[in-house]
């Protein structure tokens, strides 16, 4: 797997190598002793999966305190617009974002570490998104983060009238309420 770590530090792009004939692909797409030589040592407690369709936003999520979580996110059908913004109060990238697009097609993935709000919105027809995290979720520890807030100038690629959020993404808080009150 090729690791490349993104502008934001800790947030890396894996992509794993494929190998391919004309019955389709075989590719690892985690292998502990490899993440760890690259990323560092975590260790995932749980695996998650969703499915949506075109313009679910889902997020900007993130569990505070004790319960934050690291993430390995990919997309194994469809694509997705990916966004990690560093809520990390020391970094100097505190406040910006890493946006990438995930793809089933590319199989590329994408490292998240604790102290960061996590989202993504569907770009294609639909997808089935899977995540590793290395903390069980704690309701109570959860906030979400407003993923329209313009402060963070994230360009989603789809017009907000396409747009399909929760009611608790509808009601996130902003990047100053969130330095006030969540910052790692």
Request: charged content about 25%.
């Amino acid at each position: 797997m090729k690791y490349t770590e993104l502008y934001i530090k800790g947030v890396f792009e894996i992509e794993p190598v494929r190998y391919g004939d004309h019955r389709g692909y075989f590719c690892e797409t985690f292998k502990l002793e490899e993440f760890r030589s690259h990323v560092g040592n975590v260790e995932f407690v749980q695996d998650n999966e969703s499915y949506s369709t075109h313009g679910v936003l889902r997020g900007l999520h993130f569990q505070a305190g004790e319960w934050s979580q690291a993430k390995l996110v990919r997309v194994s059908r469809g694509r997705v617009l990916d966004v990690a913004v560093d809520l990390r109060r020391n970094s100097p990238t505190c406040g910006k974002s890493v946006v990438v697009e995930l793809s089933a097609e590319q199989g590329n993935m994408l490292y998240i570490p604790r102290g960061f709000a996590h989202g993504f919105v569907v770009v294609g027809d639909d997808a089935q998104f899977q995540y590793k995290v290395d903390n069980t979720y704690h309701p109570e520890a959860e906030h979400t983060l407003a993923w329209d807030d313009p402060e963070l100038d994230i360009d989603w690629r789809l017009p907000a009238s396409e747009l399909l959020l929760s009611a608790k993404d509808e009601a996130g808080m902003t990047l100053n309420e969130v330095k006030n009150s969540y910052l790692f």
